[in-house]
């Protein structure tokens, strides 16, 4: 009896191994590039370990700690901007009949339909002659009409998946329609809520566009330094931005897994 | 309206768009009573429901509680309490909180609240499950929370949305009786939406059996059952046998296509024409050729009854008696049977008069159309 060989491993394996590669190639060079004193060309890996970009992106002078301060000052202010007007907008929606419902969802994506430059070059011209541009509000209002889409679509399912059967048992047995609403219906979308709330914060850590036009140089967030470090070739700091800005993501990523359930995220855009 | 009805509907139209589901419906409910909103799927029952509770809006008419104008007013500030069909247990809170959650709403004490929801819990037999959550209950488990939480405010009216329908059929059977029983315990008024005649039957004062939004007859079980009204009530309440004659109408009695039958009172508005006639399989007895029809109160001259003749097309047994398909003419009708009958055996069949209910056909053909709606 001969063994055959199954020589169908052969592409799998080699397929398996190129995605690892694409997933985690940048990633082990951004890691690397956090530890490395000196490294340049035509090492492959660097020539000297340490921590001493560490300790000069938390010094008391440099902007890492002022940068991440206000990107999460920011983040926090969008998710309570976008969700004040989100989970009324969602309830609404959610209770209305479907025609106009897709044309309401749909109108939030409008901000997203266009090209994203021209959009903020003209908000920051209008935010100028306002006052907005160069403060936390003006850029807090900047990341509200991008997360405002994440955050009305999901509260809006969320609302979806609360079956009204569940509010009008309330009604019928005494609560008003706020009441109903507090008691029942937003505890019960709540997990879906929170999910919105956590992707809108991500979206708000991670916007550099918007933030740039409006905000810069007066307000500096994460990824404006990112921007600043990586192109003045400083690759240690860029490297150590960019991971103080993956860690909230990834945290937050297992949270959402947990808590946004099947039966809301199939509710989403419907 | 009924000077003593409780619950009054007065000519409530309800329409979702551009269709009109009720159209100038008529109700009075007295108190304590227990109603049976009856009908196929569409008919309307579950909406004039949600209108007494508030959750539909009426084009037109009005609702009274007591005198009191209710049809503006919100769910909330009408003192009923509906039983949905979904039991709508609320999954983030448990058995207690879900009961306690109207009483609550009222401002109660917590002492009062616990020792009412304890006093609930027992007559319901859900003593020792207040902690769990819904989805910990069984089904029957969480109809009686659904039921307690609904009865814990007191509610003047007591609203049931097919609260049976999600339950086995072997549950079903004793919940019924629970449910009429607990409601003549506490004097409640009841109106209860169901497609079940038999639930109706058994659990209700009255029936009102609704067809396209309108009552097509209301009355108390027996009545419903063997006087009705429409052939669209014959066919709901089991009569399903159906056959067409020439009918002429005489004092005392019916000729129908040669035979005469005794006028029973429910044939009073019966004219002389073309007619359908309606029977019930059980109500008819299966003759061989030659036999006679079971002796009657009366004798079999003062009561007669009609007679056909046909073949055996099939036997089934569904148990407790043969059910038997005699083909007569070109139609097949169904008919019980203690002992079985060959295939192809010629018979007669004999339906006694007071078994027989006989409409006439009108003339637009819509009773055919609505009744095998039933029948399908």
Same mark, same amino acid.
């Given at each position: 009896?001969?063994?055959?060989?199954?020589?169908w491993?052969?592409?799998?394996?080699?397929?398996l +191994? &190129?995605?690892?590669? /694409?997933?985690?190639?940048? *990633?082990?060079?951004?890691?690397?590039?956090? #530890?490395a004193e000196k @490294?340049?060309?035509?090492?492959?890996l660097?020539?000297?370990?340490?921590f001493?970009?560490w300790?000069?992106v938390?010094?008391?002078?440099?902007?890492?700690?002022?940068?991440?301060g206000?990107?999460?000052?920011?983040?926090?202010?969008?998710?309570?901007?976008?969700?004040?007007?989100?989970i009324?907008?969602?309830?609404?929606?959610?209770?209305?009949?479907l025609?106009?419902?897709?044309l309401?969802?749909?109108?939030?994506?409008?901000?997203?339909?266009?090209?994203?430059?021209?959009?903020?070059?003209?908000?920051?011209?209008f935010?100028y002659?306002? +006052? &907005?541009?160069?403060? /936390?509000?003006g850029?807090? *209002?900047?990341?509200?009409?991008?997360?405002? #889409?994440?955050?009305? @679509?999901i509260?809006?399912?969320?609302?979806?998946?609360?079956d009204?059967?569940?509010?009008?048992?309330?009604?019928s047995?005494?609560?008003?329609?706020?009441?109903?609403?507090?008691?029942?219906?937003?505890?019960?979308?709540?997990?879906?809520?929170l999910?919105s709330?956590?992707?809108?914060?991500?979206?708000?850590?991670?916007?550099?566009?918007?933030t740039?036009?409006?905000?810069?140089?007066?307000?500096?967030?994460?990824?404006?330094?990112?921007?600043?470090?990586?192109?003045?070739?400083?690759?240690?700091?860029?490297?150590i931005?960019?991971?103080l800005? &993956?860690?909230?993501? /990834?945290?937050?990523?297992?949270v959402?897994?947990?808590?946004?359930?099947a039966d809301?995220?199939?509710?989403?855009?419907? | 309206?009924?000077?003593?009805?409780?619950l009054?509907?007065?000519?409530?139209?309800?329409?979702?768009?551009?269709?009109?589901v009720l159209d100038?419906?008529?109700?009075?409910?007295?108190?304590?009573?227990?109603?049976?909103?009856?009908?196929?799927?569409?008919?309307?029952?579950?909406?004039?429901?949600r209108?007494?509770?508030g959750?539909?809006?009426?084009?037109?008419?009005?609702?009274?509680?007591?005198?009191?104008?209710?049809t503006?007013?919100?769910?909330?500030k009408r003192?009923?309490?509906l039983?949905?069909?979904?039991?709508?247990?609320?999954p983030h809170?448990?058995?207690?909180?879900?009961?306690?959650?109207?009483?609550?709403?009222?401002?109660?004490?917590?002492?009062?609240?616990?020792?009412?929801?304890?006093?609930?819990?027992?007559?319901?037999?859900?003593?020792?499950?207040?902690?769990?959550?819904p989805?910990?209950?069984?089904?029957?488990?969480?109809?009686?929370?659904?039921?307690g939480?609904?009865?814990?405010?007191?509610?003047?009216?007591?609203?049931l949305?097919?609260?049976?329908s999600?339950?086995?059929?072997?549950?079903?059977?004793?919940?019924?009786?629970?449910?009429?029983?607990?409601?003549?315990?506490?004097?409640?008024?009841?109106?209860?939406?169901?497609?079940d005649?038999?639930?109706?039957m058994v659990?209700?004062?009255?029936?009102?059996?609704?067809?396209?939004?309108?009552?097509?007859q209301?009355?108390?079980?027996?009545?419903?059952?063997?006087?009705p009204a429409?052939?669209f009530?014959a066919?709901f309440?089991?009569a399903?046998?159906?056959?067409?004659?020439?009918?002429?109408?005489?004092?005392?009695?019916?000729?129908?296509a040669?035979?005469?039958?005794?006028?029973?009172p429910h044939?009073?508005?019966?004219?002389?024409?073309?007619?359908?006639?309606?029977f019930?399989?059980?109500?008819?007895?299966?003759?061989r050729?030659?036999?006679s029809?079971?002796?009657?109160?009366?004798?079999l001259?003062?009561?007669?009854?009609?007679?056909?003749?046909?073949?055996?097309?099939?036997?089934?047994?569904?148990?407790?008696h043969?059910?038997?398909?005699?083909?007569?003419?070109?139609?097949e009708?169904?008919?019980?049977?203690?002992?079985p009958?060959?295939q192809?055996?010629?018979?007669?069949?004999?339906?006694p008069?007071?078994a027989?209910?006989?409409?006439?056909?009108?003339?637009d053909?819509?009773?055919?159309?609505?009744?095998?709606?039933i029948?399908?």
């Amino acid at each position: 009896m001969t063994t055959r060989i199954d020589l169908w491993w052969l592409p799998r394996a080699v397929l398996l +191994g &190129l995605l690892a590669f /694409i997933i985690f190639g940048p *990633l082990t060079n951004l890691l690397l590039w956090t #530890v490395a004193e000196k @490294w340049y060309f035509p090492h492959m890996l660097p020539l000297d370990y340490g921590f001493g970009f560490w300790q000069r992106v938390f010094s008391p002078r440099g902007n890492a700690m002022v940068s991440l301060g206000s990107s999460i000052v920011i983040a926090s202010l969008t998710v309570v901007v976008s969700l004040a007007l989100a989970i009324p907008a969602g309830y609404a929606l959610s209770r209305l009949r479907l025609p106009f419902r897709g044309l309401f969802l749909l109108a939030f994506l409008i901000p997203q339909a266009f090209p994203n430059l021209p959009v903020y070059v003209n908000i920051a011209r209008f935010f100028y002659q306002i +006052g &907005l541009n160069g403060t /936390i509000a003006g850029v807090v *209002l900047v990341h509200v009409t991008h997360g405002l #889409v994440y955050a009305v @679509w999901i509260a809006t399912a969320a609302f979806s998946a609360v079956d009204v059967d569940l509010e009008e048992a309330a009604r019928s047995i005494g609560a008003g329609p706020f009441r109903a609403f507090r008691d029942i219906t937003l505890p019960l979308a709540a997990p879906g809520l929170l999910a919105s709330a956590i992707f809108v914060f991500l979206e708000s850590l991670d916007e550099f566009t918007g933030t740039y036009f409006v905000g810069a140089p007066d307000v500096t967030t994460l990824p404006l330094l990112l921007y600043t470090a990586s192109s003045g070739g400083n690759y240690q700091i860029a490297s150590i931005t960019a991971l103080l800005l &993956l860690i909230p993501s /990834i945290g937050f990523m297992l949270v959402v897994e947990r808590f946004l359930r099947a039966d809301v995220l199939s509710k989403v855009g419907h | 309206m009924d000077a003593g009805a409780f619950l009054s509907i007065e000519d409530i139209s309800v329409g979702y768009g551009p269709t009109t589901v009720l159209d100038g419906l008529n109700l009075a409910i007295g108190k304590g009573e227990f109603v049976a909103l009856l009908g196929s799927s569409g008919c309307g029952k579950t909406t004039l429901l949600r209108t007494i509770a508030g959750f539909a809006r009426p084009a037109k008419g009005a609702i009274r509680v007591a005198d009191r104008n209710v049809t503006h007013l919100p769910p909330d500030k009408r003192g009923m309490a509906l039983v949905f069909q979904s039991y709508a247990l609320w999954p983030h809170m448990t058995v207690t909180q879900n009961m306690a959650y109207g009483l609550k709403l009222q401002g109660r004490g917590r002492q009062e609240i616990t020792s009412r929801i304890g006093e609930l819990q027992g007559l319901l037999g859900l003593s020792g499950l207040g902690d769990r959550k819904p989805a910990q209950l069984s089904g029957g488990q969480r109809q009686r929370v659904a039921l307690g939480r609904a009865l814990a405010i007191d509610p003047e009216i007591l609203l049931l949305d097919e609260p049976l329908s999600n339950l086995d059929a072997r549950i079903r059977l004793t919940v019924r009786h629970e449910i009429r029983a607990l409601q003549k315990r506490l004097g409640i008024t009841a109106v209860h939406v169901t497609h079940d005649r038999e639930e109706a039957m058994v659990m209700a004062d009255r029936i009102v059996v609704m067809n396209r939004g309108r009552i097509e007859q209301q009355g108390t079980p027996e009545d419903v059952y063997n006087r009705p009204a429409s052939p669209f009530v014959a066919a709901f309440m089991g009569a399903e046998n159906l056959l067409d004659m020439e009918v002429s109408v005489g004092p005392q009695r019916i000729n129908l296509a040669g035979q005469q039958v005794l006028a029973m009172p429910h044939h009073r508005d019966l004219r002389s024409g073309r007619a359908e006639i309606r029977f019930r399989s059980e109500a008819a007895t299966l003759l061989r050729p030659g036999e006679s029809p079971p002796a009657q109160a009366g004798g079999l001259e003062l009561a007669g009854g009609l007679e056909l003749t046909g073949t055996v097309a099939n036997v089934s047994y569904p148990g407790g008696h043969f059910r038997h398909g005699v083909r007569i003419g070109e139609r097949e009708i169904l008919v019980d049977s203690p002992a079985p009958f060959n295939q192809d055996e010629h018979v007669r069949v004999y339906v006694p008069s007071s078994a027989l209910f006989i409409f006439n056909t009108s003339t637009d053909g819509e009773n055919d159309r609505q009744t095998e709606a039933i029948s399908n």
